[in-house]
């Protein structure tokens, strides 16, 4: 995960918004990661967006970058992590997937 999905400003940000993900959708992350929904490309970052399915359809979505350069205390990194996580709304993936920015590769979405 990269530093500040869980706590810190992004974080804040989600939760003031009403879509940050729950305690429970995040200790339940492994299983709804091994069994996405859709998985997508964001063709702006090269980021994998992962749709996740969850028992109340609140549409858990992550972004995962591969090969993401991190560089903290004057160290760099190369890792796939975890850059973004919020409950996703469906017109807004809708919306990116028609105008280009997101394109399917994996699963379904509708």
């Not at 990661?33 to 359809?57: H, Q």
């Not at 549409?59 to 995962?64: D, E, G, I, N």
Request: charged fraction near 25%; hydrophobic fraction near 45%.
């Amino acid at each position: 995960m990269r530093p500040g999905v869980l706590r810190g400003p992004k974080a804040t940000r989600h939760e003031a918004a009403g879509d940050a993900l729950t305690p429970e959708q995040w200790e339940a992350l492994p299983r709804l990661l091994r069994n996405p929904a859709a998985v997508f490309v964001d063709n702006r970052t090269g980021s994998l967006v992962y749709v996740l399915k969850d028992a109340r359809d609140a549409r858990p979505q992550l972004a995962v970058r591969i090969d993401y350069t991190l560089r903290q205390n004057r160290e760099t990194r190369v890792l796939n992590a975890i850059v973004s996580a919020y409950r996703a709304n469906p017109s807004s993936l809708a919306a990116r997937l028609a105008g280009g920015v997101l394109e399917l590769i994996f699963g379904a979405f509708g």
